[in-house]
């Protein structure tokens, strides 16, 4: 008699739970959409779900936002990235400003004799005159070159500006998005393990109104529910709190419909280290900014060297009497001369020299810095893939074959409540953990695609 009770107890745990225990140790297949780029990888099923996860309806789901669309929809709307490149066209108008002469003068003069009326002994004394005249500064040859070369240098690192805050964006709104996915994956997980739960503390009940269990057992059930209810609560915060940051960066009001993520899918990473590395010193806008940092100082220099030489003006007047005396006409041409080297030119190429320097110092500590990041990243991802590796072909199906164990003994009298409940929460926190790692994964492929600019994204 007693035997026929567990195995009625067995059953109704078994079909309550959706068959999820029983199917739980099936080599689950690759999900639609995902890469697959050899046999080898197809055999080793990276994309496959994790053992004790459940589908969920797709007729109560929300539709998804692909990630590329929103990508797309960041690089039109989000501000930083309009504003960035509102400072590019403007810094783009600088190089012709600089390099252009300065406006010329026009001078009007007139000069009285005998008296302070205007035009006084104009038609007597061919002292007086109304002159007309024109002047001109100009610099010395090389100088407006010089500036307009600087002013392009300027527009270059704010054209890298702007590329960098494009990717910086989108980086960002990968993580975002990765994130966003990974919680409402974790989501549905304690929904179902909340169900799965719930059938568990009823066969702890009814082994309890039998007298084969104890009235501990269903406490501790009730307390896991208490305790699932709780991380519930804290997920859908994390998801809304994640869904805000997302309208942030799309630049859409607060009050807009929320934005459901895809589930997280295992990208792989087709370069190495090496070649990543390789793409920063071209492909990395931070490191090609200072490059052009380094080409602007040493243009600085060399137009300190050039206000050791003189610059230059030009006037040309004519003065015109009464009709019967000649007019004049007077051409002057002005030398300013730097007298004060060694208190104004000096210092200043000094400076010039220095601030070269600096530059220099700097793009190395940039290009050893994307180095790292690149490297860094890479180790991140090429980790995250061998731990997903271990837990889709070890931890998931080893600790869904030992709660299904633990719950066939439980209900055969053969294993305690406690045992069991550590096995159910092994899987639950197992499962949590992949997603969890999943999304690190992806997170470091974005900073690798935001340093190297190389695409590696399958969406």
Known sequence: MS?????????????????????????PAAPAGSKQTSGAAQESGRNAQPGMSLSVNSSSKPVATPLAQLIE???????RILAARRAWQAAEQVPSQVSTLP????????????????????????????????????????????????????????????VSTSRAVVEQLREVYFNLGYNEQILAILHRDQELLANVEKVAEARYRVGEGNEQDVLKAQLEQSKLLEELALRRQQIGALEASLKLLLNRPMDSPDITAEAPVETLLPYTADE????????????????????REELQVELAHKDFYPDFNVQYMVQRTGLQFPAYYMLTFGVKIPIYRRRKQGPELAESVENMNRSRRLYEAQLQSAYFQVRDQYLAAETGAQVLKIYRQGLLPQAAATFQAGLAAYSANREDFETLLSSFLDVLHLDEEYWRALAKHEIALAKIEQITGMSLQSR
């Open 103 to 162: 406006d010329p003068q026009v001078v009007v003069q007139q000069l009285n004799v005998g008296s302070p009326r205007p035009f006084a002994g104009f038609t007597n004394n061919n002292f007086a005159y109304l002159g007309l005249g024109v002047s001109q500064d100009l610099p010395y040859p090389g100088k407006l070159r010089l500036k307009g070369e600087m002013a392009k240098r300027d527009a270059a690192v704010s054209r890298d500006g702007t």
């Open 3 to 27: 035997q026929a009770k567990n195995t009625i107890l067995l059953m109704l745990l078994i079909v309550s739970s959706g068959g999820a225990v029983v199917g739980a140790t099936r080599e």
């Open 73 to 79: 929809e960041a690089e039109r709307h989000n501000p």
């Open 276 to 295: 990543l590395m390789a793409s920063v010193r071209g492909s990395n806008p931070a490191v090609d900014a200072g490059q052009q940092i380094v080409r």
